[in-house]
């Protein structure tokens, strides 16, 4: 079965700076999909990012980027220039290819000090 | 706004009652998923339907069932409720079901539901 890691339950940035939040997973398939989703004290889950395994090119979704290392099965997103607003719960999630069912890892709750 | 609803917002109910949770999918959107978060389960899926159709099943328990109606929206019903259902239910939607990275899972606000 697959899993997702989140192994940073908390995470504080100074605003302005770049902060990293690490994710890894275990699959033995060859094609998926991995997203972030940000979750705001509003509760809302809002897709922050994503990135199709087969695709070397690691995304980026303006201050947004993530280090995608398809071998030790890493995915860690990047925040630059954080943002008061960037203040909220990161999860990050796995999606076998020709399926819909996401698998969220535990989450890290992002703060962001002025 | 994803353009998902969900309602109630909030529901606070006694074990062993039955509730329902409504879901109303983006215009367009032809797959419903639903998720449970809770604080010592984390993000789990529950179930997807697909125009209709059961497309895949999760986590779900045998007191819990879904529907997908006609016009597209979902119902989530959970029934002999226990404390340990207490969590947040989320209503996704997307516009198909083939797993293709293009269709994105937009996320409706939540339902809170508390079991006293």
């Known amino acids: 079965a697959q899993t997702v890691t989140q192994s940073q339950p908390e995470m504080s940035v100074q605003e302005a700076e770049t902060v990293t939040l690490s994710c890894t997973y275990d699959?033995?398939?060859?094609?998926?999909?991995l997203f972030w989703y940000k979750q705001p004290p509003s509760r809302q889950m809002i897709l922050v990012i994503r990135?199709?395994?087969?695709?070397?090119q690691n995304a980026t979704e303006n201050r947004f980027s993530v280090n995608f290392q398809k071998a030790a099965k890493s995915f860690s997103l990047k925040i630059s220039d954080s943002q008061l607003g960037d203040a909220a719960m990161y999860f990050c999630a796995y999606r076998r290819l020709n399926t819909d069912k996401l698998i969220f890892g535990t989450g890290t709750r992002l703060q962001v000090f002025p | 706004d994803s353009g998902v609803t969900q309602t109630p917002k909030h529901l606070i109910t006694a074990t062993g009652q039955r509730v329902t949770l409504r879901c109303s999918p983006r215009s367009g959107d032809l797959s419903v998923y639903w998720y449970q978060q809770s604080l010592d389960q984390g993000l789990q899926f529950l179930i997807q339907y697909y125009n209709g159709e059961e497309r895949a099943k999760g986590n779900i328990l045998e007191r819990f069932s879904a529907q997908q109606f006609p016009d597209l929206h979902s119902e989530l019903n959970l029934s002999s409720l226990e404390l340990g259902d207490s969590a947040l239910y989320f209503c996704a939607s997307s516009v198909a079901s083939s797993g293709r990275a293009g269709d994105t899972q937009y996320f409706g606000p939540g339902t809170r539901l508390t079991v006293l």
């Open positions: 990135q199709e395994a087969y695709k070397q």
């Open positions: 699959t033995s398939e060859s094609d998926y999909y």
